[in-house]
Each structure stands twice: as structure tokens, then as C-alpha cells.
């Protein structure tokens, strides 16, 4: 059997080996991992790959596992929350929001030089460069934007991401996969569209008087902290009133992950 192949059969079942071994693995038990894995110099003696075949392999064993991790954590999410109402409460809007306006290459240019200068690795240009040449670059990159809003259709390449396992604020234990949360890091052109669609909904959002009161995510010029000092604020008022406070919080795990876009399509489009 040839080298390259035999060591591939092998490494494939050691690691169903330990996996089913560790069963739920910590960061920590990759490392044994690896270990295992060179074990007696079995990788040069018998088979001839190298350390950073190796190396390869438990990097992509460890992937694997966050990969699992963070999949099974929606999938028990979405099964174990309530079923969604059938027909939602028709809402009384007094504006629709029926198309996008074209992107303008003086538009994207706008968006591009007031983004962070942040690159992603499925880019084929670095952002520097971008901006640099964003006087040439501008007509195409609105042309992209403009198919995509046309055609309704947001391309597959666009919707790849590096995802890198980050560990949560507040988590000391960094050998604990539970503990970390997905960052994905999209394409530039896919972040320009996005912010290119964001400030259309905002200004229409905005002018129609659409947002909740006390709404202060997604909206200009207020964040959690805006949340904060609102929460703040009214709490100080009411205890200086000699009135009672009750303050209750609700903690929405993966907000974002669990979202029905069917509902949410339904809504968007009542």
C-alpha cells in the first residue's frame, strides 16, 4: 500500500479511536491527542509522513469537535423550544418597504473607506488594497451588490465563512469546547452588501418612526451600554420616589441561532 495512503487509513481510525474514547473532549484532550498520535515515532518508521502531517491531522480532529459542538447546541435548542404559533397577529403598518435602491459606486465608495480595515482569509484582495484602488474597484463592486439584490439571491461563495472558536467573556477554563462561541469571518464584498442592505432598512426604520421605545440594539448611536444607563436611570428615579423596583431579565441562549426564518420571512413580508 502506498505510505501516504496507509497512514491515512491509520490515522483516520485512531482518531474514531480516542474520539469515541473522549466522547464530549475538551481542548486539552487534543493535545493528548497528538500525543497519541506520535506515538514510538510510528509516523517516520513506518509509514514515512512527517510532524506536520501529524500536526495536520489533530488540527482537523480538533475542528471537527467544535464543529460538532456548536451544531448539537443548536439542534437541542431548536428542539426544545416551544412550538411557534401557526398565524401570527396581523400588524398595522403605515409604510412597506418594497425595494432597495441601486447601489451607486459613490455609494459603495462611502461604505468601503468608513469600514474597518479588516481582511478575511477567503478574500482575494487584502482590505488595504481595496481601499487604495477603491475608485476602480467601486463600479464592480456595486455591480455585485446590485445582481444580488435584483436577483433576490445572496451567492454561495458570498455566505462562506472562517469560522475561529473565541472564548466567551468571563469563561477562565479555555480547555472546556462549551465555553467558546463561533466568530465568522465573511468575505469583504459579502460584509459590503450587508452594510449596504443595513442602511436602507435603518433610514426607512428611522423615518417611519418603526423602532420599539426602548429599543437599543441595531439602532444609531445606542448600544448596551445606552441600555444600561436607561435601566440606570429609571431604577435611581423610582428608588428616590420611595417607589418599589422590580427588575426582570431574560437571557435568550444563541439568539441568533435559533431564529425561524420562515416566521421571520412571514412577518417581514406582513
Known amino acids: 500500500m502506498h505510505r501516504p495512503l496507509l497512514w491515512g ?46 500536526a ?27 412550538p411557534l404559533p ?10 412597506r418597504f418594497d425595494v432597495f435602491e441601486p447601489a451607486s459606486p459613490s455609494d459603495v465608495n462611502e461604505i468601503v473607506l468608513a469600514s474597518a480595515t479588516k481582511s478575511c482569509e477567503l478574500d482575494p484582495l487584502p482590505t488595504p488594497l481595496v481601499k487604495h484602488h477603491i475608485d476602480a474597484l467601486s463600479p464592480l463592486l456595486a455591480r ?7 436577483s433576490t439571491v445572496f451567492p454561495a461563495p458570498m455566505k462562506q465563512a472562517v469560522v475561529v472558536p473565541i472564548v466567551k467573556k468571563g469563561r477562565s477554563d479555555a480547555s472546556v469546547l462549551t465555553d467558546y462561541r463561533p466568530i465568522s469571518n465573511i468575505k469583504f464584498v459579502a460584509k459590503m452588501t450587508d452594510r449596504f442592505v443595513a442602511q436602507q432598512l435603518q433610514h426607512f426604520t428611522e423615518e417611519n418612526d418603526i423602532y420599539g421605545i426602548y429599543q437599543c440594539a441595531f439602532r444609531a448611536h445606542h448600544s448596551t451600554e445606552t441600555a444600561l444607563v436607561w435601566i440606570h436611570n429609571d431604577i435611581a428615579q423610582s428608588i428616590d420616589s420611595r417607589r418599589s423596583v422590580l427588575l426582570m431579565l431574560l437571557d ?19
Open 9 to 54: 487509513v491509520v490515522i483516520s481510525y485512531r482518531i474514531k479511536e480516542l474520539a469515541s474514547k473522549y466522547g464530549n473532549p475538551t481542548c486539552t484532550d487534543a493535545v493528548n491527542l497528538a500525543d497519541q498520535l506520535d506515538t514510538a515515532g510510528f509516523e517516520q518508521h513506518v509509514t514515512g509522513a512527517t510532524h506536520e502531517q501529524v
Open 56 to 82: 495536520d491531522e489533530s488540527h482537523s480532529a480538533l475542528a471537527t469537535w467544535f464543529q460538532r459542538s456548536f451544531k448539537e447546541k443548536i439542534e437541542a435548542l431548536c428542539r426544545n423550544r416551544s
Open 86 to 95: 401557526a398565524n401570527d397577529t396581523p400588524t398595522v403598518v403605515s409604510a
Open 144 to 150: 455585485i451588490i446590485n445582481a444580488s439584490l435584483s
Open 252 to 270: 435568550v441562549t444563541a439568539d441568533f441561532d435559533i431564529i425561524d426564518h420562515n416566521t421571520l420571512l412571514r412577518r417581514l413580508c406582513g
